[in-house]
């Protein structure tokens, strides 16, 4: 979809709860006017695709926050995908446990979705990285349940809190893995016409 020229005095609108995607877009000086987490229900279509799944959670995401006038929405949602297999957040410790053993030892994939939207126009793009985990033992398992970070974390795990010393490699957007990739969002919020200081697209 074609870009919109910049437009200052834009408002931008975070349709997402986490403060993890707070704070990465404060790295790259961005403070939400608002926050508006939608509610949508997320449960994946039988037989869907991670990366179909993603997409659609950030456009349904995209399309439930209402707006007003002069004011641009970012949403977005991260899925890990071991195979076809959406690995979504876990309801309990026993199921971040499960979720975690079957990781273990294997690369598997984070996709984030990221959708911007003004008015009734939406900018989507989906980045897709290839992560590492090491093998891990019941031990180490158990210790990382007992410090409560796999709290709404997809795959149970967070790259960026203790479980960082789980992950030997990457390929991709590390920011994407923590939950928005910042180089395209970025790219998505200057189409929509709003500047982005240090656009890196």
């Known amino acids: 979809m074609s870009a919109l020229p910049p437009e200052p005095g834009l408002r931008l609108i975070l349709g997402s709860a986490s403060p993890r995607r707070r704070d ?3 790295q790259i000086g961005l ?15 039988r037989g869907e695709l991670p990366r179909a799944y993603a997409r659609r959670i950030a456009d349904r995401k995209a399309r439930a926050v209402s707006l007003e006038e002069g004011e641009v929405l970012l949403c977005a949602d991260t899925t890990v995908a071991l195979g076809r297999r ?3 957040k876990p309801v309990d ?3 971040a446990a499960r979720f975690l053993h079957l990781l273990s030892g294997r690369r598997h994939t984070v996709i984030t979705a990221v959708a911007v939207r003004r008015g009734d126009r939406i900018w989507a793009r989906e980045v897709e990285t290839a992560v590492k985990m090491k093998r891990l033992s019941t031990p180490e398992v158990n210790a990382y349940l007992a410090t409560g970070d796999w709290h709404g974390k997809a795959g149970g795990y967070a790259i960026q809190g203790p479980a960082g010393a789980f992950i030997p490699w990457i390929n991709g957007s590390f920011t994407g893995v923590v939950g928005l990739p910042l180089s395209e969002t970025a790219g998505l919020l200057t ?3 709003y500047p982005v200081h240090g656009e890196t697209q």
């Open 24 to 26: 990465l877009l404060a």
């Open 31 to 45: 403070v939400p006017a608002d926050t508006r987490p939608p509610e949508i229900d997320e449960t994946p279509a």
């Open 86 to 88: 959406i690995m979504g």
């Open 93 to 95: 410790a026993a199921e």
């Open 191 to 193: 189409a929509a016409g």
